[in-house]
């Protein structure tokens, strides 16, 4: 509510509840799954931090994994955009030095990239709520080149203030006309607790730009 200046009133329309009810979550500390997804699906958070205030892989753990790697990997802020940390190999490849490429938002190497597509894919990646399997294709602009890459990664929430991270690896490849576009996305989720019928159907509702939605 602080970060998005929400108001007792907003969070009771998107839940369905009396703003009472919202004041009883917040004293209480209390909510039910349902809503607790109802909610972190309209405003971008992960639901089991939302309820639990608990985090599902630590950061550390994702950093450590990408910087020690010989693999084209990066570790990537879904929240932020931020390059947090970056596979050996990439910064040879690219001849990047660490202080060119950590902390610069991902926008800056894919110029082609619409920042506002970008954060609609945040806020599914949220909505559908836990470890999320991502692709996507885009031209990734270097130094020297212009070359089309596929990202496949994982995202999942990692810290205390409900922020996401992903770690993503690079692969050179053919292009095949979608590069850059909601074309090439491709999510899967991997939870313990599916998503019933009603709320598949309101994803597919709010986001019908990417029709495999409703194949969940």
Excluded at 7 to 16: E, H, K, M, N
Excluded at 85 to 102: Q, R, T
Excluded at 109 to 122: H, K, N, T
Excluded at 173 to 192: H, I
Aim: hydrophobic content about 40%; some cysteine.
């Amino acid at each position: 509510m602080k970060r998005d200046g929400l108001t007792y009133q907003q969070l009771s329309d998107y839940a369905d509840v009396s703003v009472q009810a919202v004041h009883r979550w917040l004293s209480s500390g209390a909510i039910s799954d349902l809503k607790a997804r109802t909610i972190a699906r309209e405003v971008g958070v992960d639901w089991l931090w939302l309820k639990h205030g608990v985090t599902r892989l630590p950061l550390e753990t994702f950093y450590d994994v990408v910087a020690s790697s010989t693999e084209r990997l990066v570790l990537t802020c879904w929240d932020t955009l931020e390059l947090i940390a970056v596979g050996s190999s990439i910064l040879e490849e690219f001849e990047y030095e660490p202080a060119e490429v950590l902390g610069k938002s991902v926008m800056h190497f894919v110029p082609e990239l619409s920042e506002a597509d970008f954060r609609r894919g945040q806020k599914l990646v949220h909505a559908l709520a836990g470890s999320i399997e991502h692709s996507f294709r885009f031209y990734l602009q270097d130094k020297y080149t212009r070359r089309p890459y596929q990202m496949r990664g994982r995202g999942i929430t990692t810290d205390d203030e409900g922020l996401t991270y992903a770690i993503g690896e690079l692969n050179l490849v053919e292009p095949n006309g979608t590069e850059g576009s909601l074309r090439s996305v491709r999510f899967k989720r991997r939870s313990a607790i599916p998503l019933s019928e009603e709320e598949i159907a309101r994803l597919v509702e709010k986001f019908p730009e990417y029709p495999w939605l409703a194949e969940l």
